[in-house]
């Protein structure tokens, strides 16, 4: 073979003259001769093997010239051929590889082999892939038929086939084929042509899909060998670089690529390459649009999740990308150090310079919890709650982290938001610390603690060191001394004292050694014992005599002796600091010394540690409150979040964790299905899915969880509760009946439990009852007996509780046809509950009260004839209560007593209980609410069943002919509005006509009582009994809803009370019944309004909440809106949060009615910004903040503008000037807003000399100027300008545009051109389709006109467009100056119901 096969750089190449014994194709068979030569093709292989591509090249090649025309199966058929020559390629050559004696000219011949099949494979298969790319697409555009069918077909069939072609290139260039080559270089363009099909089949849009994962798995591979084998690192790391840069959907697929390629094929050096081209890139350039950042950023994510352990060398190279510009990548950074951290960094093996490292990537992430951007602050969040959950967080960062993330709840990001909930969660769920208590209660075992630590270190530090004295020192002070004690022991003495000096020597115990002996004589001269140190010496002599030590003692004499003393004193001190050398420590000492730092050592780490816990817990709680409050949020995912949160820390016990679980239980009345089920399923999951070995300790644990919820449970949260109870009895379970069991179990006192708990028993079974009515029902003996039998006084609670229970079985009955359920007057129920009633009213319980509220209203619910049961309880109450009046000289006479227990009465000179009186007054008044309430319900709707039966009855017995005609008179009727109109309309007025003239009838008992009521309301300086003054006013007003005569009668007295009274609940429980007046009785409520709204600024908090919260109620439903709504908006700025909260959400709701608050704005401003009232300008800018936010329309905006411009010519102190302007600077001002300022210039130009008008009208401009067109930032300059000059200089300094247009037209007129406010552009009187009507106050209104000059000054009068005819101070009560009716109200024909 004389010729050799270059790869080509095009297609084109090969039919060009090439150089020297370079192969050239010869002849390009035409697309019709195609199928021929395949077939011979097709032979050869059969008959030579894949050589036979060195005869028959032209024709595959004939193929790739001809692609566009020729057909699908020509491709086809080739490509299986090709893949056929390369497999038995691969077949062939191990061989030939692994054999020596190979000529040249077979080596070659198998070179040109591998090169011609390898590229025409390769090309074939890109030519497919750009086929099969263009086919999809026509498949996703078509709309089906017989093509797009076809079509998906082929697709199918290229993707089994494409798998094939790389599994056969991959088996070819496994093999060591660069033998083949010359000193085993393989030529570049080789490489490049199998690489840019790879490349090109990853191109592919649906590569990442599931269903692709062979065929990306195979490219992976195949890729992997040539990176390994083929010298293809440089390359590949640079085209990933530009596929991710163009296709993001390749991240993934990438990240896994370069992931098999570092581990299974041991190229790590491909990450660093691949990282690095990330890191060079500039922030400029990755905030270009198009620059792959999004791909980079997903890559770098999925690569440290894969690799995190490798990207440690090259993580400085991506740390830079933290201060550039690009957010995303800051995201990928974080997200990479998390992953770092998480499983690489983590535990407690780590050297020291690797705890370096993992600190500092823990402040990198800390400073961008602080990010610019929300989306890298909520990432960084999001790092850290993988962090905590995997426990990889050190317990030095827990605080701190903590700190952070409690701070982002106040982010302005929901996301940001919802991530931290999340790390709080995460951080409750795994803390080191004990969550169960609370900061107050680690407060004292800290203090006791901390005192603890601070008594062993004044114990160890008062240990000072005893101080050294040299041995030479003492040597000299004890040397005269003990000269004098050698010189008398040398002397001779008598026999006697010879013997006893030597029985005291015989005493001493004798040394061991002269060494020992050495150390015992020192210890004589240190303690002053000459005498036996001198005599010992002596005798160590006899003892030792080859010692060096006593060896001078030879001749004993004066001189010796001491010499010896003197070397065995001073060489003490060496040789014994020589001994501590040498030899260990004391033990005794050590050990003390030890143990007193190790017990240091543990009270500090104990001391540590209960702080660390008391910091928790301090966080922990101010998370628990700051989340409570999301949980009303109007954003849904972040309330999912918190209840969320709410659910994990009350599994985890935390301290204070179930305020959010009953705080978010009102959240099951939400309108967002997404809520409601999140706050059900919490329930179901912290209360309803007990945990036990046995269904009745199931039970048991279900019954216990429940009964905590609702101890000390207000209504509002026990009526909540029964929405999920109610669901929980109603799905089916085996749980329920043992549930039940074990609920009458603790009600009837089988278990011992407490009064608390029994009450949640019977309150859980009327839940119950609203599920299954039978749970009551078939028990109600056993309710009577237990909680209204004869210890019924003792737990009015009890009893309370269980007619709440026994009205729930009411509840479920009341809507099925027919006639009502309802028990004879002679049931036990009844004897008892008028048994308790009537001796609770002669008892001082603070509990009857509220018992006999539901005991009432039980009776009217099922009792037959409820009012007779009810006339005869009143009797004989009021019986009990008269026997109980003592003569005036029997009673006691104590002043105190006099003063709080008993009222006198002027005639009689009796004297009754006034706690006994109120409770009577208040039974009166229950009653004749709930009569009223039978009246028009029960009695209403049994009227209205009746006539329907009759209706039906007389319906049946007429023939088909009146039938007919009484079709046709219906039908008309219904054309006219009038069906049932008649009807309906007799029953109501029949109801009416009986509480106007039958219910407070002389005859009627409820009228004996009414005369006392006014007398007790109207005399509170004789009537001052708290108790009896709050009762007899609460059933005054429930007399008042009888009937129209008796609210009209008792109206001015109701008010007086309102506004005289000196007991905040007394004024407050006035608030509540007129606000249920109003609803009945809008017309007679109408003109005293205004007092209702003077309570607003009541100085009591509690008064102003109530306030508050009726008037919210009645502005929504009943009032019409008017200027008295300014003392809503004060209570913006109340110093109760509570009532702001409540007066924010009574603008929230006012906001969604059309145009409410725009109507008002200016008539607010004018009021707040009164003189005589006195408000603050931060307080004035705080109300107007809020108020200017709900207007969002433009043509709403544009129109304020002129309206409070207007204003400042009735404006007439600086500071009114000042809250105009702030004003107009909240507005969120618009191009036609800015026109109307200019237009109204006139206006408010002369008072731009004070600072607080100019400043918010230059702020004005600020606003205005950003993002604006060049033309209009023109005018704003301009505009800006002439502000300024009027500031500087004074507006008659200034000459305006508007005179310098009049000088022209005038031809130039000396005279002075008098101003004049101009008109309203023509047209604008006109109302238009879709535009608010101006009212006609608005043209009459003086603060809206410029006024005019007159002759004669006077005073001008600001008056308002909303303002009430009658005077604005407190109503005096006198008949005379009683509010009239003027605006009548009709009344309609539907029965105006009424509220409980």
Known sequence: MSWDFFVPVCVGDLVKTGGINQYVVQDVVS???????????????????????????????????????????????TLELLVQVVSGLASSLPALLVSISVSAAERKEKLNTVKMSVYLLCKLTEILESDSCRQSIVTATGKGGK????????????????????????????????????????????????????????????????????????????????????????????????????????????????????????????????????????????????????????????????????????????????????????????????????????????????????????????????????????????????IVNSKALPLSKYSEVMELAVGRLMDKSINVVKSAIQLLAAFIAHNPYSCKLSSAD???????????????????????????????????????????????????????????????????EEAEDDRATAVKIAQYLRVNKYRNAVRLCIRAYCCFPESEMFASLSTITTDTLMYTLALIFKGSDEDASELSQNLPPTPQKEGEKG??????????????????????????????????????????????????????????SVANSISGVRRMLPLVWSTDAAIKDAVVQAYKRLYLNPHGDTIRMKAHTLVDSLSELMVDASLGTIQCLEEIVQEFFGSASNLQSTVVQVLWERFT???????????????LLGMAARAEREVVLSNLDTLCSVALGEKVTEDFLLARDAALTI?????????????????????????????????????????????????????????????????????????????????GGEVNKDVSQMQDGSQESNEQGEQVNCVYLAQLLALCGCVAFWQVSHLERSVSAELRRRRGETEEREEKEKGPSSKAKAA?????????????????????????????????????????????????????????????????????????????????????????????????????????????????????????TQNLYARLSDEVPSVRQTAVTVLTQLVLDVLKVKGQISEVAVLLIDPETHITSLALNFFNELAAKDNAIYNLLPDIISRLSDPERGMTSEDFNTIMKQLFSYITKERQTESLVEKLCQRFRTAKTERQWCDLAMSLSLLSMCERGFKRLQECWECYSDKLTEPGVYQPLLSITAKLRRGAKLQFKAQVDEFEKRLTAVHTRGLENVESPEMDEENQNEGGSSEKTVMQTPLPARGRIRSKRGQTKPSASCHSNDSFVTPQKSRKSKKPVITFSSDEEEDEDDAVMEESETPKVTTPISRSSRRTRLRN
């Open 807 to 887: 009205c729930s079985i009411t509840d479920q009955v009341r809507h099925i046809k027919g006639a009502r359920f309802r028990l004879p007057q002679e049931h036990q129920l009844f004897t008892c509950l008028t048994q308790a009633l009537a001796e609770g009213v002669v008892m001082e319980d603070p509990y009857w009260q509220s018992f006999m509220e539901q005991a009432v209203r039980l009776i009217y619910f099922l009792a037959e004839s409820p009012d007779q049961l009810c006339s005869r309880l009143l009797q004989r109450s009021a019986r009990l209560v008269l026997d109980q009046i003592v003569e």
């Open 442 to 508: 680690l407060k004292k075992p800290l203090e006791k603690e901390t005192a603890k630590l601070q008594e062993i270190k004044e114990k160890v530090e008062g240990k000072a060191p005893v101080a050294v004295i040299k041995a030479s020192e003492l040597w000299a002070a004890m040397e005269p001394e003990l000269l004098v004690t050698v010189m008398t022991e040398l002397e001779p003495t008598s026999e006697a004292e010879q013997e006893e000096d030597n029985r005291d020597v015989e005493e001493e």
């Open 31 to 77: 697309p019709k001769q195609l199928p021929s030569c395949l077939s011979k093709l097709k032979a050869a292989l059969r008959s030579q093997g894949p050589l036979c591509i060195l005869e028959h090249f032209d024709t595959g090649y004939s193929v790739l010239q001809h692609c566009n025309s020729v057909a699908l199966g020509v491709k086809e058929d």
């Open 968 to 1088: 046709n008179e219906s039908a008309m009727e219904e054309e006219l509005g009038l069906m049932g109109a008649s009807a309906e309309d007799t029953e109501a007025e029949l109801i009416r006509k009986i509480c106007e003239t039958e219910l407070l009838d002389e005859e009627n008992l409820l009228c004996v009582f009414l005369p006392l009521l006014v007398r007790v309301c109207s005399s509170p300086g004789h009537y001052s009994h708290p108790q009896l003054t709050t009762a007899a006013c609460l059933a005054l007003s429930q007399y008042m809803m009888i009937s129209p005569s008796a609210c009209e009668e008792n109206i001015r007295l109701m008010f007086t009370v309102l506004e005289r009274s000196a007991l905040p609940v007394v004024r407050a429980n006035a608030i509540i019944a007129l606000g249920d007046l109003t609803v009945r009785f809008p017309n007679i409520l109408e003109p005293w």
């Open 147 to 386: 093509k797009g069918k076809a079509v998906g077909e082929g697709l199918l069939q290229w993707d089994s086939e494409r798998e094939r072609v790389l599994q056969a290139l991959i088996q070819l260039l496994q093999l060591d084929i660069r033998s083949l080559w010359n000193l085993s270089l393989v030529e570049e363009e080789f490489v490049s042509c199998v690489t840019c099909c790879c490349y090109k089949l990853l191109e592919n849009p649906t590569i990442s899909h599931v269903k692709s994962k062979p065929t990306r798995d195979s490219i992976i591979h195949l890729l992997g060998v040539l990176i390994k084998k083929y010298n293809h690192l440089l390359g590949a790391s640079v085209k990933v670089i530009q596929l991710l840069q163009h296709f993001d959907q390749l991240s993934s697929v990438l990240a896994q690529a370069v992931t098999v390629w570092s581990s299974e094929y041991g190229v790590r050096a491909i990450i660093g390459e691949v990282i690095r081209e990330i890191g060079q890139r500039s922030s400029e350039e990755l905030a270009r649009e198009g620059s792959g950042v999004k791909a980079f950023s997903s890559f770098l994510s999925e690569l440290g999740a894969l690799v995190p352990e490798l990207m440690i060398p090259n993580i400085s190279v991506l740390i830079t990308h933290l201060e550039g510009e690009s957010h995303t990548m800051r995201v990928a950074v974080c997200e990479v150090l998390g992953e770092i951290l998480v499983r690489v960094l983590s535990g407690d093996g780590l050297d020291e310079s690797v705890k370096a490292d993992r600190d500092r990537f823990f402040d990198t992430l800390q400073e961008h919890l602080h990010d610019t951007h929300s989306h890298v602050r909520a990432r960084v969040l999001q790092v850290y709650t993988r």
């Open 749 to 763: 006192g089988k278990r011992e439990t407490s009064g608390l708990h029994r009450r949640a028993a019977v309150l």
């Open 595 to 652: 143990g007193e730092e190790g017990e240091l050592k543990k009270q500090e780490m104990l001391v540590q540690y209960l702080r660390d816990t008391e910091t928790f817990a301090l966080q922990v709680e101010r998370a628990i409150s700051v989340i409570n409050s999301m949980l009303y949020w109007k954003t849904t995912s972040v309330v999912q979040e918190a209840v969320q949160f709410c659910v994990t820390v009350c599994e985890f």
